[in-house]
């Protein structure tokens, strides 16, 4: 019923930039926490970037300085603007949100199918 849709994934070389975007849509009751994961291949998922409903963010050490997340709670939409992007940030890259449809309760973890970003030297 919930969907994250992303897009704005692409190659680049390094020092460019890219602005990723998901959107959430279906029969949505209230977003809480929505954020960016990433994986690099044999590589566990790691955080990139979270925010919260107040717009509290927090950012991997590896991206601060260069990564922006920012929300649309209007629109159902995050997105990650990197800017000086790096080949060592070659990863799929994974949209999340923390969910509560229309007739439940509760919260549950969505995940979108992720956005290859390719950075070359």
């Known amino acids: 019923q919930v969907q994250l849709v992303e897009s704005g994934g692409g190659l680049v070389q390094a020092g460019g930039s890219l602005r990723l975007s998901c959107r959430a849509s279906g029969r949505i009751s209230s977003i809480d926490d929505m954020g960016w994961y990433r994986q690099a291949p044999e590589n566990q998922r790691e955080l990139v970037a979270t925010i919260n409903n107040s717009g509290s963010t927090n950012y991997a050490d590896t991206v601060k300085g260069r990564f922006t997340i920012s929300r649309d709670n209007a629109e159902n939409t995050i997105y990650l603007q990197m800017n000086s992007l790096k080949p060592e940030d070659t990863a799929v890259y994974y949209c999340?949100?923390?969910?509560?449809?229309?007739?439940?309760?509760?919260?549950?973890?969505?995940w979108g199918q992720g956005t290859q970003v390719s950075v070359s030297s």
């Open positions: 999340y949100g923390k969910i509560r449809t229309i007739g439940t309760r509760y919260y549950v973890n969505r």
